[in-house]
């Protein structure tokens, strides 16, 4: 696969505009194919964080360009945990391109709110994810402004969570791995490369600033120190709020649709009403540091 090559470019203008008091802003204006300037990755990253997902339209682009997209903000990363030949892989040619496909008779949907990786001691800045098949209805992603979240608590329990640490683990793929014949040997090996991560449960975005309720469903266990029933009264209440409409955004995918989230700030969730439709995905997830 040809790298391509992104020389600097005249700084691009373009539209913003949000599409609920909440969350998220449809970008207008911009072509994710041509080579953009250092002043509009700027730009888009400013507004990445404001607005914490930006929804793009009818970016007839490139695998290539896709990838070369998502260094500007960073390095890539690479799903590690998936077993060969599933419909949530790993492009065969580009690796970091992460496929998310649902057929007939493999239907498949994100369908928990989750933060991505936060199994991992870095986990991701963001990601980008772009559409290639859509369903003609259904198949829509939400997401959820978690800062908002944190926000809309009371002062008691914004003091309660703030300081706690929860730890973070991929149980979810360990499961699709066994089930999908991989040897206790593997598994070992990536218990050994990928142990639990522990997090602040009210992490503070690096570049806002904002506290941002960091716990999610798909991938927290427990919070340290806590008796196993606190540990779970507790997370349960803090994952409800993803679930709160005031804090949401929703996305309706056409092919050649991008999202952009900030997964800092934010939770995602991807409705399975669209089975046995087909819908294919391909995801860029940009690596980040470690929360704090
Ligand atoms: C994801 O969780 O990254 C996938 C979301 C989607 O399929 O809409």
Same mark, same amino acid.
């Given at each position: ?42 730009? $888009? ?46 492009? @065969? ?39 290639? $098949? ?78 941002? $309720? ?33 804090? @949401? ?8 649709? $991008? ?7 934010? @939770? ?25």
């Amino acid at each position: 696969m040809n790298a391509v090559t992104l020389q600097d470019a005249p700084t691009q203008a373009f539209g913003l505009e949000p599409v609920t008091g909440a969350i998220g802003a449809a970008v207008a204006g911009i072509n994710l194919g041509q080579p953009l300037a250092e002043a509009t990755i700027a730009a $888009i990253s400013a507004a990445l964080v404001k607005h914490k997902v930006l929804f793009f339209r009818d970016q007839h682009i490139t695998t290539e360009h896709h990838l070369a997209f998502g260094r500007r903000f960073g390095p890539l990363e690479v799903h590690p945990l998936l077993a060969e030949n599933r419909s949530f892989n790993n492009d @065969q040619t580009a690796p970091e391109v992460l496929i998310i496909e649902s057929t007939a008779e493999r239907p498949l949907a994100a369908d928990e709110w989750h933060s991505d990786v936060t199994w991992r001691l870095e986990p991701s800045l963001g990601s980008i994810l772009r559409c290639r $098949i859509a369903p003609a209805v259904g198949g829509d992603t939400l997401w959820a402004n978690m800062a908002a979240a944190f926000e809309g608590l009371d002062d008691a329990t914004r003091a309660h969570i703030s300081g706690l640490t929860a730890v973070h683990d991929w149980e979810v793929f360990r499961q699709g791995l066994r089930c999908q014949g991989a040897s206790e040997d593997h598994i070992s090996g990536l218990n050994a490369a990928y142990p639990p991560a522990e997090h602040p449960v009210v992490r503070t975005h690096p570049v806002s600033g904002e506290k941002v $309720i960091y716990v999610n469903r798909n991938f927290t266990t427990h919070i340290k120190g806590m008796k196993d029933a606190e540990s779970c009264a507790l997370l349960e209440r803090l994952y409800a709020l993803a679930r709160i409409p005031d804090y @949401q955004a929703r996305f309706r995918w056409q092919a050649d649709s $991008i999202a952009f989230w900030d997964n800092r700030s934010t @939770q995602h969730y991807a409705t399975k009403d669209f089975f046995p439709q087909h819908r294919r995905m391909e995801r860029v997830t940009v690596a980040g540091d470690r929360p704090f």
